[in-house]
């Protein structure tokens, strides 16, 4: 990690704090979800042990632990966890592995437990870890973390009975029954014939882990909550607008979009966007229809590229078709995608668009392209959503993963926080006027989402609900309608978002409300 990262992040530097978050999250996430065993719950956990991490790191003596500090605040959250599941599921006590024999078995092995395993080129180790990984996710969870903190993050046995609250020979009890167990389905094999010999039980324990971090699809936490709870201006500083350059060509909504009124635009009503907050683990339902959602649109992140079919239509009427290709990278915060729609202007062009965090390069050709025919050289400069010229109306170009997250999953994208930002500034009002209005209507859709049943048919789940949405009345006040009568619908089908049916409401020059229908379809999956 660079020197000086701790430092700036330390004074409330949202780029360091951005940066060591994806330096660590890796590790921090595949230690999580090797205890719980559920993406979503992982998620959280890391995600809370970073707000307490950089709320805490004045705490911090030598910045070159960091990363082992925070860790054991990840291993920390887990165990917590665990706790809080005694009720269904309760973990093997610490007095029952407290065994003095055990205990010095495993002190008498400590030096070749930690000898280092080195994998044979020759050797196909594949049935050995499926045989590994069998007895860690048979443990409890508090026994499989504690091997995960030895054997994978190298902390002392002092440092795991700090982080239990218990003592230290506890803890080589405890590791004690663990390493029996793997070093008991490791004899089995080589009693059933397999060529095994030769391997020391932890180091290749150790080994494996490593190489399945490298190989985890990583399902990242959000940088903006959390840089917007512990950092010094997430919505000023980090936030921004997939937008295209000013002049440039504009798609057939883009176009129709421009010729609304000005009161139309700065009317739109932001109530299909919202920011999730950071969420205690211990409180969350992870099988509500929301927390359902939000894991089946995550997944999207963890394909390497799909396609999106989608129809927009206008208040009056007015629709195009779009195909959006999403290729995904390591980062989830940014990807590559390719867009055309139907517009007669533009049939045969392809927007081209490289999105990372807040901010979106692009270029339009005619030439046939796909998303492994990029050319990386004709990107543009980075753009951001501004008041100037046309860039307002061009970040609400869909050729991103911006729109499916704000309908589906109730998320602002890094690009849609200055876009409200800017919004609230057309209207003279405070640039967190609109950013105010989205958290509270996240909060009611969230609600509505949970108040209602998934229906089931076959291996496809279908979620309807009525949204919430607001408008702003003549004396400048915010009247918020917590159910309209138009339903949101979306599908999921073996945990991945497959469509996505949503109202869009807009404000008209007399004060009703106006309505759109986004309609999008997941099709072409490459795993």
């Not at 960091?66 to 093997?92: C, M, R």
């Not at 920011?275 to 089946?296: E, M």
């Not at 949970?450 to 607001?470: C, H, P, Q, R």
């Not at 009568?485 to 978002?497: A, H, R, T």
Request: negative net charge; hydrophobic residues 35%; glycine residues 6%.
């Amino acid at each position: 990690m660079e020197k000086g990262l701790i430092t700036r992040a330390r004074k409330k530097d949202n780029e360091a704090i951005a940066e060591i978050i994806q330096l660590t999250e890796r590790k921090a996430y595949f230690i999580a979800y090797k205890v719980v065993n559920n993406e979503a719950t992982a998620k959280d956990i890391v995600q809370e042990a970073y707000i307490q991490t950089f709320q805490k790191l004045d705490q911090l003596s030598d910045d070159s632990k960091f990363e082992s500090w925070f860790n054991q605040i990840v291993s920390h959250k887990a165990l917590d966890y665990t706790k809080s599941k005694q009720g269904k599921n309760k973990p093997v006590e610490f007095s029952s592995l407290d065994d003095e024999e055990d205990r010095l078995e495993f002190e008498a092995n400590i030096k070749n437990d930690k000898a280092s395993f080195e994998p044979e080129a020759s050797m196909n180790y594949k049935e050995l870890q499926e045989g590994v990984q069998g007895v860690l996710s048979e443990l409890p969870e508090n026994q499989r973390l504690a091997l995960m903190m030895y054997y994978f993050e190298d902390m002392s046995v002092s440092e795991i009975a700090d982080v239990y609250g218990v003592s230290g020979n506890t803890v080589k009890g405890y590791l004690a029954y663990g390493r029996k167990k793997i070093k008991n389905i490791i004899e089995a094999m080589r009693e059933k014939g397999v060529s095994f010999y030769g391997v020391a039980p932890m180091p290749f324990l150790t080994w494996m882990l490593h190489d399945q971090m490298t190989k985890t699809a990583v399902s990242h936490v959000s940088k903006d909550i959390i840089i917007k709870t512990v950092g010094t201006s997430a919505a000023a500083t980090t936030a921004g607008a997939a937008a295209t350059k000013t002049g440039a060509t504009k798609s057939g909504f883009a176009k129709w979009w421009a010729s609304k009124t000005a009161s139309v635009k700065a009317g739109v009503c932001a109530g299909t966007v919202a920011v999730t907050g950071a969420v205690g683990y211990a409180a969350v339902d992870y099988n509500s229809n929301y927390n359902q959602v939000v894991r089946a649109v995550d997944k999207l992140d963890s394909l390497e590229s799909f396609h999106i079919k989608g129809t927009e239509t206008s208040p009056d009427g007015t629709s195009y078709v779009y195909d959006i290709y999403i290729k995904n990278t390591d980062d989830k915060e940014e990807y590559y995608s390719l867009y055309t729609n139907s517009y007669p202007d533009y049939e045969g062009n392809t927007f081209v668009s490289h999105f990372k965090n807040d901010k979106c390069q692009y270029y339009e050709t005619q030439d046939p392209v796909d998303l492994n025919s990029i050319d990386m050289n004709k990107f543009g400069d980075y753009t951001k959503a501004s008041v100037d010229g046309d860039t307002i109306v061009n970040s609400y170009i869909y050729q991103g993963k911006t729109n499916y997250r704000e309908l589906s999953s109730l998320r602002v994208d890094a690009y849609d926080l200055e876009t409200l930002k800017v919004y609230s500034e057309l209207e003279n009002k405070p640039s967190d006027f609109r950013f105010n209005i989205t958290n509270e209507l996240q909060k009611i859709d969230e609600k509505n989402m949970n108040e209602v049943s998934f229906k089931k048919e076959g291996d496809i789940k279908t979620l309807m609900y009525n949204m919430a949405m607001w408008k702003k009345l003549e004396n400048g006040e915010v009247e918020i309608t917590e159910k309209s009568d138009y339903k949101c619908e979306m599908k999921i089908q073996n945990g991945y978002l497959i469509s996505l049916e949503h109202y869009t409401p807009y404000n008209s020059d007399d004060g009703d409300m106006v309505y759109g229908i986004s309609k999008m379809e997941f099709v072409d999956f490459v795993k």
